[in-house]
Nanobody, 127 residues
Framework: QVQLVESGGGLVQAGASLRLSCAAS????????MGWFRQAPGKEREFVAAISRSGGTTYYADSVKGRFTISKNNIKNTVYLQMNSLKPEDTAVYYCAADRYDMTRAQATGVMSYDYWGQGTQVTVSS
């Protein structure tokens, strides 16, 4: 079992930056590829970014490419999402997720590909 706890959300103005963290506990963190998803009110949960077990491969949604960076610290058992140049449309609850197996890009973008989820952290970007 893996437990995931997100932190770092908040209310910021457009153009600002935030760094989300997801602390993992349980089985060996380095064995898990990780992902970030988000869900805005009235919308489905959508893929944001993903990272392989080793941290050597990353994937991003087109809407965040060039602004967001996912990284993984296997010693601290933590995955991060650095979010720069935030826009009002980035407002959502952000969730981290983990699975036991490395994925292709197509798999990494799918909600159903992940077995473990955190409770989410709210990010609100005002215009």
């Amino acid at each position: 079992q893996v437990q995931l706890v997100e932190s770092g959300g908040g209310l910021v103005q457009a153009g600002a930056s935030l760094r989300l963290s997801c602390a993992a506990s349980g089985r060996t963190f380095s064995s898990y590829p990780m992902g970030w998803f988000r869900q805005a009110p009235g919308k489905e949960r959508e893929f944001v970014a993903a990272i392989s077990r080793s941290g050597g491969t990353t994937y991003y949604a087109d809407s965040v490419k060039g602004r967001f960076t996912i990284s993984k610290n296997n010693i601290k058992n933590t995955v991060y999402l650095q979010m720069n140049s935030l826009k009002p449309e980035d407002t959502a609850v952000y969730y981290c997720a983990a699975d036991r197996y490395d994925m292709t890009r197509a798999q990494a973008t799918g909600v159903m590909s992940y077995d473990y989820w955190g409770q989410g952290t709210q990010v609100t970007v005002s215009s």
